[in-house]
């Protein structure tokens, strides 16, 4: 049936679709709504309403261990108290998912104008080397179907998988038929707390022993890690490529900016990648091969540029939509400038 | 079950230093869970990080060695996730009191059905030993070099400010008393903290003038007294059980 339904909404119903059984956060707009819809669900799932983010994050961590399909919801100010404990699923390889609407920082910032200034925060967020999964959907639809993913990657992966929102597409309603969108769950792959001598810890640890003096096993361990990342990351290429033949520029948007450019195909190539982290390297590098220049569009800084330089080893540009206003005719300015 | 099956011997010896009060306490609990024989299916032990903390490691069951100051928090979810399992926590007073103090008071109020053993040292042994919130006034640490200017936390307050509650003040001498502390807080459904006055001797006692771990035990031996039908709350120098299953007011 077809409803009109809120990115947020969106969010909370993929995740009880996915299984989620188990929900804490702390009230931050623009995320709220998501903890509200499932605030009408307790009693079905388990639901804390935390004393803060940091408690939020370790109470899913606690449920992930001990069996729950787990959810945390947040916006930037949460997301930064959030940080140790991200890092200490990836260590524990605890499965769960953090949903992070962003909205303009740094600290309270403009709230609660839509931004897209935590994409490096989503990679590098926490201490230490990690490669996290990182999606960003683009439509309510999407918002739906790419929670549910992000619960797959997540169990796939053992690891805390980021989807992140920006504050524009978090409240932008549209007509959808979610009963269309399916996606299958993932099982989980080990077993709860209860079932053996398992020793989850945030160390470096090797059968429940502590490794902390071993540079070789370190190495080891990391090559493992980023192996497993990279390998889930294979089988989640979420993308989207307009291609037109007669353009010379290729534009890389995602998120709100993805959907303002969309008028713009019928001049430029369009590629809105859904899973940014880890980058998707091949796709990228055969979408910019047919392409004389590659600008992307986004509402930081050129977070998401540099990333793109990086991996395809030759010029960007950056058109950066700063504080929280976006409209096509800017953009549009900005790229005649180049 | 024994309770040596309850300890994982692979990870012998323990990080603590010789004469440590965090070992007396750490058996003192797998001494309780033979003797309640608790099955190790049905329990996980976590801890936060600290001397203290490192205890959960010490388990022979499936255990939570979590990030500094978040035990409750982690310990609350898998007790959500999961309301058979029995979940012990097992932490320092920095990590439960100083860090995670703001967990302390949301997770009592929610009346978690958890059982917290806090080793209360007064000190942040494992970083070499700075003021904690529970360090005693004029106490010179690493961090209070003129002797500490503050009162130190009122934990029996904090913890017995909900109507239901149980708070219990034990200590690593009194080892029957500590046991049947352990015991009652298991049993209590609902949120149970027990606080056990502790030592450290190598990054704290060596600091204030004692001489060995002895010493120190000896000094609570002589401190703290056994109250076992408190009226009201404890006195300072007090051990003894506060609880009260109050569930209107
Ligand atoms: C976020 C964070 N801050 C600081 C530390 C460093 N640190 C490790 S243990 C500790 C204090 C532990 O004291 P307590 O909980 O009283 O345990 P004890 O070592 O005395 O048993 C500190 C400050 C850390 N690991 N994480």
Not at chain 1, 176 to 190: A, G, H, M, Y
Not at chain 2, 95 to 118: E, K, P, Q, Y
Request: aromatic share 8%; charged share 20%.
């Amino acid at each position: 049936m077809k409803r009109l339904t809120m990115g947020n909404e969106a969010v909370a119903l993929g995740a009880l679709k996915a299984g989620m059984t188990f929900f804490a956060a702390y009230p931050i707009t623009p995320a709220s709504e998501i903890m509200h819809i499932l605030a009408e669900k307790e009693g079905e799932i388990e639901f804390v309403h935390a004393e803060d983010e940091i408690a939020s994050i370790h109470l899913v961590i606690g449920a992930s261990l001990a069996g729950s399909k787990a959810l945390t919801s947040t916006s930037g100010p949460g997301m930064s108290l959030k940080q140790e404990g991200i890092g200490l699923a990836h260590m524990m390889e605890a499965p769960l998912v953090v949903v992070n609407v962003m909205r303009v920082g740094p600290s309270t910032g403009m709230p609660t104008l839509p931004a897209q200034g935590d994409i490096l925060q989503a990679k590098h967020g926490s201490h230490g080397d990690y490669s996290p999964l990182v999606f960003y959907p683009c439509s309510v639809a999407e918002c739906y179907r790419y929670t549910m993913e992000a619960f797959n990657a997540a169990e796939e992966s053992r690891s805390p998988v980021i989807l992140l929102l920006d504050g524009f597409l978090a409240h932008l309603s549209e007509t959808v038929d979610l009963s269309k969108i399916k996606v299958e769950p993932k099982l989980r792959t080990f077993k709860p707390l209860g079932h053996g001598n398992r020793h989850f810890t945030g160390l470096l640890e090797k059968g429940g022993i502590p490794r902390t003096k071993d540079t070789a096993y370190y190495r080891e361990w990391y090559q493992r890690i980023t192996d497993k990342m990279q390998k889930t990351a294979n089988n989640y290429r979420f993308f989207e490529y307009l291609e037109n033949k007669t353009a010379d520029t290729l534009l890389i948007a995602f998120g709100i900016t993805a959907r303002v450019i969309r008028p713009l195909k019928h001049r430029y190539s369009l590629f809105c990648p859904i899973r940014l982290f880890p980058v998707l390297e091949e796709e990228l590098k055969a979408a910019a091969a047919e392409h004389e220049r590659i600008v992307v569009v986004e509402m930081s800084d050129g977070q998401y540029q540099g990333e793109v330089e990086r991996v395809l080893k030759r010029d960007v540009l950056s058109v950066p939509i700063l504080g929280g206003g976006i409209s096509l005719k800017e953009i549009e300015e900005k790229l005649h400038a180049l | 079950m024994r309770y040596k099956n309850y300890i994982k011997w692979s990870r012998m010896p323990t990080t603590w230093c010789p004469g440590c009060a965090i070992g007396i306490v750490f058996k003192q609990l797998t001494f309780t869970l033979e003797d309640i024989q608790m099955p190790k299916s049905e329990m996980s032990v976590v801890s936060g990080i600290g001397c203290s903390g490192r205890a959960a490691g010490y388990f022979d069951l499936d255990s939570v060695h979590s990030t500094h100051g978040r035990a409750l928090p982690i310990a609350e979810g898998i007790k959500r996730a999961n309301y058979k399992l029995n979940v012990i926590v097992f932490s320092g007073d920095g990590d439960l009191v100083g860090i995670g103090g703001n967990h302390l008071l949301h997770v009592a109020r929610r009346d978690v059905n958890l059982t917290v053993i806090c080793i209360n040292n007064e000190t942040y042994g494992m970083t070499g030993g700075q003021m904690a919130p529970t360090t005693k006034k004029g106490t010179k640490t690493l961090t209070s070099t003129h002797g500490s200017a503050y009162f130190p936390m009122n934990i029996q307050q904090i913890v017995t400010s909900t109507p239901k509650h149980f708070y219990a003040r034990s200590s690593a001498f009194r080892i029957s008393h500590l046991q049947k502390c352990i015991k009652e807080a298991i049993a209590w459904e609902g949120f149970a903290f027990v606080d056990v006055i502790s030592y450290c001797i190598e990054n704290f006692g060596r600091r204030m003038g004692f001489k060995s771990p002895f010493e120190m035990l000896d000094k609570i031996k002589q401190d703290y007294r056994i109250n076992y039908k408190p009226e009201g709350l404890l006195g300072d120098f007090e051990l003894g059980i506060l609880k009260n299953d109050d569930q209107k007011s």
